[in-house]
């Protein structure tokens, strides 16, 4: 017998008895295999796999795919198993491997696991990370994924997740679904739109950060995102509020322009009867709920903020506002002695209208009187410090309507 073919048997023997130790062994024995297997074979080429298994790599795949299957609901040593998965179907030219995990329904079983409440959340972020890695192989497999009702699975983990770690798997698993997927990428669209009102604030800036990204991807903007648009400006976490902002500056190269003009400017009239539909799934049980008018308010300030952004982005957008009586809005906003922030946002966005439009300034010189105006003009930050009870009802009650621009339509 030559060297080379007792290498090959000593092997192949080698390989017999940890199938036969696995076949036989108990989860101890089991979870011991697994942890050597990672430590050893992590980074392998395909190619380097069958050496190490004597062309039999297949056969421990299938053992692993097999075991993950009985024992996701038990939390059996998942993270393990779906590691030693993911060293198989990230192996350069291990494309059969991937193969083999879809033909046993694999992507049906890693599914499964983000939707277990019983779950650890480092063992969901592992099944998103394998996801990834199938939807790395090629389009025809994120349509498997999304055909597998994977695009509502992954929305809902994000959604309820309590760990950052596993948020972030998801943004990034719902992005990759949406690039180069053209058959349900506008499904993924509506998925994070669906995402907006949900209760975890990680899971509003992620949903909205991503939208920014698939939006240009799906061309056309669908108007239902505007309603949970706005109302992530009634958040208390700003960086939720700047995701926001910033998906508002994107959104106004598109038809749904005037409308979110037109809700601004109504949105800086609080009342404290709108509320934000939110979808029983996304509902967190341990979120602590704000009580009116306080949600009512921030918007109030932050939708002044933000149409202050528009207005120095571009002349047209402050012309189009100023149309939709948005001078008349902020003053009311500036008289809102209920909520500083409200006063200090409409101060300092219709400051800049003043300055930019001398029209503007003359209505409001003339709608304020010429003490307040001076102090208004000279620090809008902290007027709302020095303003008394008459002049905030100067404002709320002020009857500023720009001549010679026409009013928005209702």
């Known amino acids: 017998m030559t060297s080379g073919n007792a290498k090959t048997d000593a092997a192949i023997n080698r390989v017999f008895a940890l199938l036969q130790e696995w076949d036989k062994g108990n989860k101890t024995t089991r979870g011991r295999i697994l942890e050597e297997f990672i430590a050893n074979n992590t980074g392998k080429t395909a190619p380097e796999l069958e050496l190490e298994f004597a062309q039999a790599a297949s056969l421990f795949l299938t053992r692993l795919t097999a075991w993950i299957r009985l024992t996701y609901m038990l939390g059996t040593c998942v993270n393990q198993q779906l590691q030693a998965i993911q060293i198989f179907l990230s192996a350069p030219s291990g494309h059969k491997y991937l193969g083999e995990f879809l033909e046993v329904g694999g992507v049906l079983t890693v599914l499964e696991i983000l939707g277990l409440k019983q779950a650890k959340e480092a063992d969901k972020a592992e099944a998103l990370k394998l996801l990834q890695t199938v939807c790395n192989a090629g389009r025809k497999y994120k349509e498997l994924i999304c055909e597998s009702y994977g695009i509502r699975a992954v929305a809902e983990c994000l959604a309820r997740s309590k760990s950052e770690e596993t948020q972030e798997q998801c943004r990034q698993l719902l992005q990759m679904l949406a690039q180069g997927n053209p058959k349900y990428e506008m499904q993924v669209y509506k998925g ?177 009187g010429e003490n307040l105006y001076i102090t208004f003009m000279s620090n809008p930050d902290s007027l709302y410090s020095e303003m008394d009870a008459i002049q905030c009802d100067v404002l709320r009650s002020n009857k500023v309507n720009i001549p010679g621009l026409a009013e928005a339509a209702d």
Not at 251 to 259: A, D, G, R
Not at 269 to 295: G, H, Y
Not at 335 to 345: I, L, M, P, T
């Open 192 to 368: 994070l739109i669906a995402l907006l009102p949900a209760s975890s604030p990680k899971a509003q800036q992620m949903a909205a950060q991503t939208l920014r990204i698939v939006q240009p991807i799906v061309a056309e903007a669908n108007p239902n995102v505007v309603e949970p648009l706005l109302g992530l400006l009634r958040t208390l976490h700003l960086e939720v509020q700047y995701e926001a902002i910033e998906l508002i500056k994107d959104l106004m190269s598109y038809e749904v322009q005037k409308l979110i003009l037109k809700r601004l400017v109504e949105l800086l009239k609080a009342t404290l009867d709108e509320t934000v539909r939110r979808p029983q799934i996304l509902e967190d049980t341990d979120v602590e709920k704000m009580s009116a008018p306080l949600p009512v308010f921030v918007q109030q300030a932050a939708a002044a903020k933000t149409i202050g952004v528009l207005c120095r982005e571009s002349n047209e957008t402050a012309d189009k506002l100023i149309q939709m009586r948005v001078v008349h809005n902020l003053m009311v906003a500036m008289g809102n002695s209920a909520h500083a922030d409200s006063q200090r946002q409409g101060s300092v966005t219709l400051e800049y209208l003043c300055r930019t439009f001398p029209i503007v300034n003359e209505t409001c010189r003339e709608a304020m």
